[in-house]
């Protein structure tokens, strides 16, 4: 009983996805359905035309605000579905809508290339209110250019790839030569707001040397005088005996004013 109860299970499931991919698939008409009436209704203008000038396709838009014929460049490789349509709009403020279909009605996705865009052929291009069927050359000369675009694109990937981690090492080098860069550039910044200060240290340092040098003079001045008021009163106006332990004194004295003078100031 329990083997039948799962099997009677499993088909009930079984059916239940049937009826629920049916009804997706006639959801799926009914939109598609819609979407060829309501592009029924839509004004249907004439056929625009590819063509290749210097190895790009080219396709001339008439644009419905401006009332004139703009001229695109198609990059096959490089644009998209969504980049070619932008590209329109960005031409004429007064379009709303502009949609890329295929000659069955279906809606092209933007993420499409525009290669693979033109390698299914004509399709049909909706600006606004208006429909307009683009004929896609189906020149071999065309699809060979399309295609070897594509292998050239390929390559250039490939070479990419090569010189990608060759760039990662050869970066940093140019990351320390930056660094090098900013830290010059931060030196000549502190240098320059040190400079007034260095110029004031100059003048300071120059005053000091030239009183140093003046006192030193005035003390060489002094000791000359002493020695010759000493050698006066020894010689001229007193005895030796008289002025030897006087000399003594004022020698000594002179002695503890100058380590005096060295304890104050800590310098010779």
């Not at 096959?76 to 980049?83: A, E, G, N």
């Not at 004929?135 to 065309?142: A, G, H, T, W």
């Not at 981690?165 to 010059?184: C, D, G, T």
């Not at 910044?189 to 400079?195: F, I, P, R, S």
Request: hydrophobic share 40%; proline share 3%.
């Amino acid at each position: 009983m329990r083997c039948r109860w799962y099997s009677i299970t499993g088909l009930l499931q079984q059916r239940q996805q049937h009826l629920q991919i049916q009804l997706s698939t006639c959801y799926i008409n009914l939109n598609n359905m819609h979407h060829l009436r309501r592009c029924s209704n839509d004004t249907t203008r004439g056929n625009l035309h590819i063509w290749c000038q210097s190895g790009l396709p080219l396709l001339e838009v008439p644009l419905p605000s401006r009332r004139e014929i703009c001229q695109f460049t198609l990059k096959p490789i490089s644009d998209t579905v969504s980049r070619f349509c932008k590209n329109i709009e960005c031409e004429d403020k007064g379009i709303e809508i502009v949609y890329v279909y295929s000659t069955s009605g279906n809606r092209i996705a933007g993420s499409t290339l525009l290669k693979h865009l033109l390698l299914r052929g004509n399709f049909r291009l909706r600006i606004n209110d208006f429909i307009y069927t683009v004929e896609v050359p189906s020149s071999k000369d065309v699809i060979a250019n399309i295609m070897a675009d594509g292998d050239v694109m390929q390559k250039f990937d490939g070479l990419r790839s090569t010189i990608a981690p060759l760039y990662s090492i050869m970066n940093v080098e140019v990351y320390k030569a930056f660094q090098e860069r900013l830290l010059i550039e931060e030196y000549e910044n502190v240098k320059a707001e040190l400079k007034p200060l260095i110029q004031a240290k100059f003048k300071f340092d120059e005053f000091c040397r030239k009183r140093a040098q003046r006192i030193l003079w005035l003390t060489l001045a002094a000791m000359g005088f002493q020695a010759g008021f000493l050698a006066r009163l020894t010689w001229w106006d007193y005895s030796w005996d008289v002025m030897e332990p006087i000399t003594y004194f004022a020698t000594h004295a002179t002695l503890i004013a100058s380590f005096a003078y060295y304890l104050y100031t800590n310098q010779v």
